[in-house]
């Protein structure tokens, strides 16, 4: 019973640590393509994997607190504010999820949160990276080399 007890600890901070990932664009181009986002919305697939390099560097840990007490979150950089419920600030929380979710290697929850808070009127406009730095500019680069 003793090296159960010893283990058991050390098998919990395993499991129940996840963490982030830095992923590459073109695997991110890669997930993002397997899961529907190329044209979602009318926006191409390096509209999504400009928008994620502006936002986070591709880095699914990214968490940026804001002035008025929202905070965003994961590689897409999704917002407290409305879409994911933290600790911190008020909430309407439309993708029903934590946002500490969308801090980890597995980003399907964020592209599916990400589809949500993409639909409203404003699409990508709402986030300003995309909207600096993606909008309106040959986005091909993203995506050329990514044999997709």
């Known amino acids: 019973m003793k090296p159960f007890q010893v283990l058991l600890p050390v098998v919990a901070c395993l499991v129940g640590k996840v963490s982030g990932k830095i992923f590459s664009r073109c695997e991110l181009a890669s997930i993002l393509k397997r899961w529907g986002m190329d044209g979602h919305q009318g926006y191409s697939l390096a509209d999504w994997v400009c928008l994620a390099y ?3 560097g591709f880095d699914s840990a990214t968490v940026t607190n804001n002035s008025d007490g929202s905070s965003e979150y994961g590689i897409f950089q999704i917002n407290s504010r409305s879409w994911c419920a933290d600790q911190h600030s008020q909430t309407k929380n439309l993708c029903s999820m934590a946002c500490l979710d969308l801090l980890t290697d597995e980003i399907i929850d964020d592209i599916i949160c990400l589809k949500r808070a993409s639909a409203g009127s404003s699409g990508l406009e709402t986030w ?7 909008h309106g500019r040959d986005l091909s680069y993203w995506v050329a080399t990514c044999n997709l």
């Open 54 to 56: 502006f936002a986070s």
């Open 128 to 134: 300003d990276g995309w909207r600096n730095h993606c």
